[in-house]
């Protein structure tokens, strides 16, 4: 794992480059003018991030293939190169609408063993549950780049020194308090949640010691929460009932990495950790962070699906 992750760490120093530079070239922003297999507007520092990713996984002999929100399949390594036995699932750029107004944006990675010999090339050996992960983490890209990731034995966090080219330990060991002061979700959803979110979101309104920070990236508003406490919320809507979000490579990862952290992860009804999928792409409710605060917003989705009950017994 310890490989894999230097070839991680590579692919972050790349997209960090480019993204300092981004705003000097045309080629890092704006629209392609095609759509991903999401049916979602591709940006430019989409395709760009996902080419690094392959270009340095290809020629490894570390991994059997790779899976992200840019392809429709998974993109299997040449026959001529050397192949390894795990899998790399990922989110290029995540926030890839901030790239053009200089906000943090993120890559979000997990990795996984391959089970099976996948001769139909499908991938659909990877429709298992959280718990399958190895490792996972994530790089943001901000102030300064920063590395979180985990293979199961606590969080860690590097920061990349721009004069060494290389990312310096900064935190052992990150430790997510059991409550804390900040809730993050996208308010403009408001009117197409579930009355149990909105009832939620207005308990946080009313009562003193809450703050709202949503940066429309998830990698930023999670580092926030994982380091410092609170609820991060990307419900689903009348839109999306299953929310936005991608399991294997959005909410998973991030669920192993809060779990190891004293967090928690949630459908809202369901530990995200817990959820097979049924396919590469799906989407998941998603509501993590602060175990007090998570368990908070679940109570109120179970006192709504209680009154529901009652409603229709009489």
Not at 220 to 233: E, K, N, P, S, Y
């Amino acid at each position: 794992l310890s490989a894999l992750m230097n070839r991680i760490a590579l692919a972050g120093k790349l997209i960090a480059r480019h993204l300092s530079r981004a705003g000097l070239m045309e080629s890092a922003l704006g629209f392609t003018g095609e759509t991903n297999v999401q049916g979602e507007a591709v940006k430019k520092m989409d395709i760009y991030a996902n080419d690094v990713f392959i270009s340095v996984f290809e020629q490894s002999g570390l991994v059997c293939r790779l899976a992200s929100e840019e392809m429709d399949k998974p993109y299997y390594i040449p026959e001529n190169c050397p192949i390894g036995r795990y899998t790399l699932l990922y989110d290029p750029i995540d926030g890839s609408s901030n790239v053009d107004i200089n906000l943090n944006v993120g890559s979000i990675f997990s990795i996984r063993r391959q089970q099976g010999d996948d001769l139909d090339q499908t991938g659909a050996d990877l429709l298992q549950d959280g718990q399958q992960q190895l490792a996972a983490g994530y790089i943001l890209y901000g102030p300064s780049t920063i590395l979180v990731y985990s293979i199961g034995q606590g969080v860690h966090s590097f920061v990349l020194d721009p004069s060494l080219g290389e990312f310096i330990l900064a935190t052992e060991n990150i430790q997510t308090p059991a409550h804390g002061p900040t809730y993050s979700v996208n308010e403009g959803n408001f009117w197409q949640w579930e009355d149990s979110i909105r009832d939620f979101t207005r308990y946080v309104h009313r009562h003193d010691g809450y703050s709202a920070r949503y940066t429309g990236a998830l990698v930023a508003d999670f580092h926030r929460i994982l380091t410092q406490g609170g609820v991060f919320l990307y419900p689903g809507t009348t839109k999306k009932p299953e929310g936005k979000l991608r399991l294997l490579y959005e909410t998973a990862p991030l669920a192993f990495l809060i779990e190891q952290a004293g967090g928690r992860a949630s459908t809202g009804t369901e530990e995200i950790m817990a959820v097979v999928p049924g396919e590469i792409h799906q989407r998941t409710p998603f509501v993590v962070g602060s175990k007090d605060d998570v368990a908070l917003v679940e109570s109120f989705i179970q006192d709504h699906s209680r009154r529901q009950g009652t409603l229709l017994t009489n």
